[in-house]
């Protein structure tokens, strides 16, 4: 079973909006990542952020991890019509070695 | 090579026939894992390598199913007596080890038909 789940399923905005995304995951964790996914096959590493992190920024991405709630957001600011593609996040559970285990993702959509 | 490299990009292959995917990783990576993923869905974990050994294949569906890494670099999944549900898109990623993001192939499309 998938340790992390993404909230919404699916986001629909406008070029220039912000778009959150939310993962929420079940048991302690060593860090948790996000990853983009285009149509198409292969998935970018975004953000990793570590369990004692609480925020963490690369250019228009903002993610933050509350591990009291077991989840975290990922934050897209001043979003672009090229930001359209599947948001995932994966865990690194405290006791499971060092394996990925994705969520379901988000689909996000920027319209021009 | 500069990223991970799968082999075959897509293969096509009768219900019940043995089939090899192949995963060249960044060199130098010592994690090396296998996802397998379907229309719509996350990627679903298979097993996950530490240099040669596998340390965790809790992801592997059934006995058919088996992958291997002898080397500490090439990884190979097989998969034997294919069925259609097999049918999906088998993603290879590798990373520098934990607290280290993955980076991922293109992945082998697998149809069988």
């Known amino acids: 079973s998938q340790q992390g789940e993404e909230d919404p399923q699916a986001l629909s905005i406008q070029e220039g909006e912000n778009a959150t995304m939310n993962c929420s995951y079940k048991?302690?964790?060593?860090?948790l990542q996000w990853y983009r996914q285009n149509s198409g096959r292969g998935l970018v590493h975004l953000i990793l952020?570590?369990?004692?992190?609480r925020e963490k920024h690369s250019g228009r991405l903002r993610v933050t991890l509350d591990t009291s709630k077991k989840s975290s957001s990922l934050l897209i600011t001043a979003s672009r019509a090229a930001d359209t593609a599947s948001y995932f996040c994966a865990t690194d559970a405290r006791n499971q070695g060092g394996k990925l285990i994705f969520g379901q993702g988000t689909e996000l959509s920027v319209k021009p | 090579g500069a990223g991970v490299s799968q082999t075959p990009s897509n293969k096509v292959t009768e219900k019940g026939k043995y089939v090899e995917l192949r995963c060249d990783p960044i060199s130098g990576h010592t994690a090396l894992y296998w996802y397998r993923q379907s229309l719509g869905q996350g990627p679903e974990f298979l097993i996950y390598f530490q240099g040669t050994g596998a340390a965790d294949d809790s992801g592997l569906p059934n006995d058919r199913f088996f992958a291997v890494r002898p080397e500490g670099s090439v990884s190979t999944l097989k998969i034997q007596r294919t069925e259609r549900g097999d049918s999906a898109v088998y993603l290879c990623a590798s990373s520098l080890g934990r607290n280290y993001g993955a980076f991922f192939g293109q992945g082998t499309r697998l149809t069988v038909v």
């Open positions: 048991t302690s964790i060593n860090n």
């Open positions: 952020i570590r369990s004692n992190e």
